[in-house]
T-cell receptor, first 116, second 113 residues
């Protein structure tokens, strides 16, 4: 089946530094990638949608200059949290859309970001 | 715009008992409906999905769900709970199959020995 590899699984960084999270679709082409954020004991909140080769579309309230999304190829999308602060600590999950599979959403395993 | 309501943030059942997790949705178009399970600090695993066709959908691990348009519901059931079913369950909806999923708030399932 479709697999999305997300790395790192957990990361701790200092305030003010940047962190990059990668999501790779291993056996299919991800035409669209969705990035979600999940706070403890809460649901997933959509941050942005990215299509290969295009600029990402951010949800209202999500700072595009802080959460940089790159989707340069059909198998790789990255989320960079710039100038991280403790309030950015969260669980980040990507979801890749397989263009050939109707309603085919495959989720990465998530990244636990802790900013100290 | 779509929305999902999951009734009950926490459901507790005995091992071997019926599992029923409720999900109601709103959508202006025929929806695509999903159930996912999440274990602590892990991503989401698809249990089952409804796109078109048969309204009773069978998924992995003995779970199934029935799409009831008249009730705008997509409740998840399993005849006999196992300890390994203890997890967080999310119902989600999409209006076209390629737009972002909209998630419910989740239901935490506890299984008591």
């Amino acid at each position: 089946g479709a697999v999305v590899s997300q790395h790192p699984s957990r990361v701790i960084c200092k305030s003010g530094t940047s962190v990059k999270i990668e999501c790779r679709s291993l056996d299919f082409q991800a035409t669209t990638m969705f990035w979600y954020r999940q706070f403890p004991k809460q649901s997933l909140m959509l941050m942005a949608t990215s299509n290969e080769g295009s600029k990402a579309t951010y949800e209202q309230g999500v700072e595009k200059d802080k959460f940089l999304i790159n989707h340069a190829s059909l198998t790789l999308s990255t989320l960079t949290v710039t100038s991280a602060h403790p309030e950015d600590s969260s669980f980040y999950i990507c979801s890749a859309q397989n263009g050939t599979d109707p309603a085919g959403y495959t989720f990465g395993s998530g990244t636990r970001l802790t900013v100290v | 715009a779509q929305s999902v309501t999951q009734l009950g943030s926490h459901v507790s059942v005995s091992e071997g008992a019926l599992v029923l997790l409720r999900c109601n949705y709103s959508s202006s178009v025929p929806p695509y409906l999903f159930w996912y399970v999440q274990y602590p600090n892990q991503g989401l695993q698809l249990l089952l999905k409804y796109t078109t066709g048969a309204t009773l959908v069978k998924g992995i691990n003995g779970f199934e769900a029935e799409f009831k348009k008249s009730e705008t519901s997509f409740h998840l059931t399993k005849p006999s709970a196992h300890m390994s079913d203890a997890a967080e369950y999310f119902c989600a909806v999409s209006d076209s199959g390629n737009t972002p999923l909209v998630f419910g708030k989740g239901t935490r399932l506890s299984v008591i020995a």
